[in-house]
Nanobody
Framework: VQLQASGGGLVQPGGSLRLSCAVA????????MGWYRQAPGAERELVAA???????YYANSVRGRFTISRDNAENTMYLQMNNLLPEDTAIYYC?????????????????????WGQGTLVTVSS
């Protein structure tokens, strides 16, 4: 599975960005997908995840500001990020778990093959 992330950039606090993750080969059979981020000096963390049935999970730090979605026709996953804060500055990575089962709270630790895209840098600064 090949993933191509895009949409990062420089934005002022309070601004918005939409990240995209294009998946070669299609996403309709992928059970769950997610976005991670890694800030300088920090560990990579799960930001949001979505199942093929459109169940969603959000980290507490982004709930209410970020929206994850997937478009099977476009073979693309999105992360709409609103009201961005300086602490949202990070490299954002898209990720898929084709064989995921169960509750998205277990997405991060689910023991199954997974695939990463390259990162896209989001910088929130005035």
């Amino acid at each position: 599975v090949q993933l191509q992330a895009s949409g990062g950039g420089l934005v002022q606090p309070g601004g918005s960005l939409r990240l995209s993750c294009a998946v070669a080969g299609g996403i309709s059979s992928i059970n769950a997908m997610g976005w991670y981020r890694q800030a300088p000096g920090a560990e990579r963390e799960l930001v949001a995840a979505i199942t093929k049935y459109d169940s969603t999970y959000y980290a507490n730090s982004v709930r209410g500001r970020f929206t994850i979605s997937r478009d099977n026709a476009e073979n693309t996953m999105y992360l709409q990020m609103n009201n961005l804060l300086p602490e949202d500055t990070a490299i954002y990575y898209c990720h898929v778990r084709p064989q995921f089962r169960g509750h998205l709270g277990a997405y991060n630790d689910y023991p199954s093959p997974s695939f990463w895209g390259q990162g896209t840098l989001v910088t929130v600064s005035s």
